[in-house]
């Protein structure tokens, strides 16, 4: 059978209604283009963004339903609170954006990251634009977890998360929330669910609730020291959330 896809011109970033994304595979919408900074943020202002495997032309998605995160009610599980309290980890914000990003692609076999060198470039030029963000996770000196991902207003779409030690990235994503929903973050959206996103506290949104709510919030600022460099957590020093 056939697939007719939009194909999107270089020279504008258009791009077709997310309500026009096929039904199998789930969310795929359009093809082509380029990873723009500037292309990739109209993107996930309208519930796009990019994913593509080795030897593929460049695929924009936008899935239904759609796996979110609410930070103002989220609570890590009693084990990884449990955990924390006697883990020595440092978790910042901002401070090795790079490297995170270059650890989520490291850490995955070739079959399964799509963070590719022309997606890896992408992202960090969208960090020296200050709309791409990461949370990082510290043991002494080494870097042993993460995220990252983009600021719409006070939506974060959620990329990617790797954990190198025990609980890491979760322990990001929960000192994460609690930080965001402090500064007026109201949505996380991770994308697609699946079972680890699950057991995290993700549920799902349908399209037509998951863009209403991009709609009103991506026009809804933070607090202003929001994304600036700091740290969320110092061992034997910082409560927990």
Same mark, same amino acid.
């Given at each position: $059978?056939?697939?007719?896809?939009?194909?999107?011109?270089?020279?504008?970033?258009? +791009?077709?209604?997310?309500?026009?994304?096929?039904?199998?595979?789930? !969310?795929?919408?359009? +093809? *082509?283009?380029?990873?723009?900074?500037?292309?990739?943020?109209?993107?996930?202002?309208?519930?796009?963004?990019?994913?593509?495997?080795?030897?593929?032309?460049?695929?924009?998605?936008?899935?239904?339903?759609?796996?979110?995160?609410?930070?103002?009610?989220?609570?890590?599980?009693?084990?990884?609170?449990?955990?924390?309290?006697?883990?020595?980890?440092?978790? #910042?914000?901002?401070?090795? #954006?790079?490297?995170?990003?270059?650890?989520?692609?490291?850490?995955?076999?070739?079959?399964?990251?799509?963070?590719?060198?022309?997606?890896?470039?992408?992202?960090?030029?969208?960090?020296?634009?200050?709309?791409?963000?990461?949370?990082?996770?510290?043991?002494?000196?080494?870097?042993?977890?993460?995220?990252? !991902?983009?600021?719409? *207003?006070? $939506?974060?779409?959620?990329?990617? $998360?790797?954990?190198?030690?025990?609980?890491?990235?979760?322990?990001?994503?929960?000192?994460?929330?609690?930080?965001?929903?402090?500064?007026?973050?109201?949505?996380?959206?991770?994308?697609?669910?699946?079972?680890?996103?699950?057991?995290?506290?993700?549920?799902?949104?349908?399209?037509? #609730?998951?863009?209403?709510?991009?709609?009103?919030?991506?026009?809804?600022?933070?607090?202003?020291?929001?994304?600036?460099?700091? #740290?969320?957590?110092?061992?034997?020093?910082?409560?927990?959330?």
């Amino acid at each position: $059978m056939a697939i007719y896809l939009y194909e999107l011109s270089s020279s504008d970033y258009w +791009f077709p209604y997310p309500e026009d994304a096929m039904d199998d595979p789930n !969310g795929l919408l359009a +093809f *082509g283009g380029d990873l723009h900074p500037e292309r990739i943020f109209a993107a996930y202002q309208q519930g796009i963004f990019p994913w593509f495997g080795p030897q593929e032309p460049i695929l924009w998605w936008s899935p239904a339903p759609r796996a979110v995160f609410d930070p103002v009610s989220y609570r890590p599980s009693r084990s990884v609170r449990k955990f924390q309290r006697k883990a020595q980890y440092t978790v #910042t914000l901002n401070r090795a #954006t790079s490297s995170v990003i270059a650890n989520c692609a490291s850490t995955r076999s070739t079959e399964e990251t799509w963070l590719n060198e022309d997606m890896i470039k992408a992202y960090i030029r969208l960090s020296e634009q200050g709309i791409c963000h990461s949370v990082e996770v510290w043991r002494g000196s080494e870097l042993v977890g993460g995220l990252y !991902g983009l600021c719409i *207003g006070q $939506m974060f779409c959620g990329e990617s $998360m790797f954990s190198t030690q025990d609980n890491a990235s979760k322990i990001a994503l929960w000192y994460f929330c609690h930080h965001f929903a402090l500064h007026g973050g109201k949505l996380i959206d991770c994308q697609v669910m699946n079972d680890h996103l699950l057991s995290l506290g993700a549920f799902e949104l349908d399209r037509e #609730t998951y863009l209403t709510q991009l709609e009103k919030l991506r026009a809804q600022p933070l607090l202003k020291d929001c994304f600036t460099m700091q #740290t969320l957590r110092e061992p034997n020093i910082s409560r927990d959330p």
